[in-house]
C-alpha cells in the first residue's frame, strides 16, 4: 500500500505562482510514475503532468509552459510548480502514483483556486 498526502493548495491571483507538494509513504518502491491531476466543478479529472521514477515528464497542453513537475525519489515526493496561473486553472488537484503491479493511488486533493 502507498499513502499520498498533498500540501499547497490556496487561494492566489490571477497571474500569480503555487507549488504543490505530496509526500508519498507506505510501500514507495513499488512506484513508476507519479502524477498530478486536477477536477474542476462539472468537469472530469484530468491529467496535469506526470514523471517516472527516470525523470521522464509529460505535461497536458493547457499547462506546457506554465507548470513545472519534479520529483526526489530518495525522498519519495513529487512537487507541481505552478506559475501564470489562470481561473481556468482552479480545481482541487490530486496527486497520484502508479506501481510496477499497475495499482493506482490517489491522494485526498489540494484545492486551488485562482481569482481573476
Known amino acids: 500500500q502507498v499513502q499520498l498526502v498533498e500540501s499547497g493548495g490556496g487561494l492566489v491571483q490571477t497571474g500569480g505562482s503555487l507549488r504543490l507538494s505530496c509526500a508519498a509513504s507506505?510501500?514507495?518502491?513499488?512506484?513508476?510514475?507519479m502524477g498530478w491531476y486536477r477536477q474542476a466543478p462539472g468537469k472530469q479529472r484530468e491529467l496535469v503532468a506526470t514523471?517516472?521514477?527516470?525523470?521522464?515528464?509529460k505535461y497536458a497542453d493547457s499547462v506546457t509552459g506554465r507548470f513545472t513537475i519534479s520529483r526526489d525519489n530518495a525522498k519519495d515526493t513529487v512537487s507541481l510548480q505552478m506559475n501564470s496561473l489562470k481561473p481556468e486553472d482552479t480545481a482541487v488537484y490530486y496527486c497520484?502514483?502508479?506501481?510496477?503491479?499497475?495499482?493506482?493511488?490517489w491522494g485526498q486533493g489540494t484545492q486551488v483556486i485562482v481569482s481573476s
Open positions: 497520484n502514483a502508479n506501481s510496477y503491479y499497475s495499482i493506482e493511488y
Open positions: 507506505g510501500s514507495t518502491f513499488s512506484i513508476n510514475v
Open positions: 514523471i517516472n521514477r527516470g525523470g521522464s515528464t
